[in-house]
């Protein structure tokens, strides 16, 4: 069995109107220009999302929306992950009832787990659902790691978990959840979840990449991807070398939604840049930096 997930899958921001209300038409028009650029899938819902700072039923409405809205021209990833394992099946089995392609799972935050309580947590979510699930190792929000031997264990049981968003700054950990975990099960994908570590996950055999600058840049990060498949690997490093400007965006605020929909807009998306607070409005003088960088990798 090959991948069922590969490629270049923006984690889509969701889009609020300025009195902070979700906004369909921003958010239609964001998914669009998304699919005109050759996206392989979208994912919503996640940290770029701000599922955290939303209600289980907002989460279930926004999750209608995209599956809806998307129409089967992508495939669909929901994030469904949060502090509570009821919550969480809950939230997987919604999105299997309104047709997603597959759900991602971020570890419960704020309590750091035993072994054998994050062991129980995914298998409940994996046993409630037949989708595939994409497991989300972000240790530097969630306060704890997701290590190769840990997802090994968890694939070894579960068939539909299927793959991993490897938000790390590690290419050590990233190469290592290649050669423990897809060495033994080759259908089981490894994402980049860093802009910059898209060249090097697929140097060593992983797929691709599901990175905030797909939402702004997608051209840019599809190209390295196209570019090494075919092989290209002049192209793939020109390519990776004007990438290596964007992770600067997201030193600019915390949390960093702010900057991503500041950057989709200075793009040409028309969309508001409201975003949940606590994050709050940028500033003109965020907002000329985030040029300056947009400007040097040539996307304005």
């Given at each position: ?109 704020y309590w750091p787990l035993s072994h054998e309580n994050l062991i129980n947590h995914y298998k409940a979510v994996a046993e409630s659902i037949s989708l595939p699930i994409i497991l ?165």
């Amino acid at each position: 069995m090959g991948e069922i997930f590969r490629g270049i899958i923006p984690p889509v921001p969701t889009i609020f109107n300025e009195n902070g209300y979700f906004d369909p038409n921003g958010m239609g028009r964001l998914i669009d220009f998304l699919i005109s650029s050759g996206v392989h899938g979208l994912f919503f819902l996640g940290t770029g999302g701000e599922f955290s700072q939303m209600s289980s039923q907002q989460r279930k409405d926004i999750a209608e929306f995209a599956v809806e809205y998307v129409g089967k021209r992508v495939p669909v990833l929901i994030g469904t992950g949060g502090t509570s394992t009821r919550e969480v099946v809950e939230l997987s089995e919604h999105s299997e009832k309104i047709g997603a392609d597959g759900v991602v799972v971020i570890n419960p935050y704020y309590w750091p787990l035993s072994h054998e309580n994050l062991i129980n947590h995914y298998k409940a979510v994996a046993e409630s659902i037949s989708l595939p699930i994409i497991l989300y190792n972000f240790p530097q929000l969630t306060g704890q790691d997701l290590p190769p031997d840990f997802v090994l264990e968890l694939v070894s049981q579960y068939t539909n978990i299927v793959g991993i968003k490897e938000t790390t700054d590690s290419a050590g950990h990233i190469r290592e959840m290649i050669l423990k975990v897809k060495a033994n099960f080759p259908y089981f994908s490894v994402f980049a979840g860093y802009d910059d570590h898209l060249l090097n996950t697929l140097s060593l055999g992983g797929d691709g990449a599901i990175s905030a600058g797909g939402n702004f840049a997608p051209h840019l990060i599809i190209g390295i991807y196209n570019a090494f498949k075919e092989k290209d690997f002049v192209r793939a490093i020109e390519l990776h070398k004007q990438l290596a400007y964007l992770p600067m965006l997201y030193k600019i605020d915390s949390p960093f939604v702010t900057v991503v929909k500041e950057a989709i807009r200075l793009v040409g998306v028309e969309i508001s840049t409201y975003s949940l607070p606590p994050a709050r409005s940028l500033h003109q003088k965020e907002i000329e930096h985030i040029k300056e960088i947009l400007k040097r990798v040539s996307l304005i």
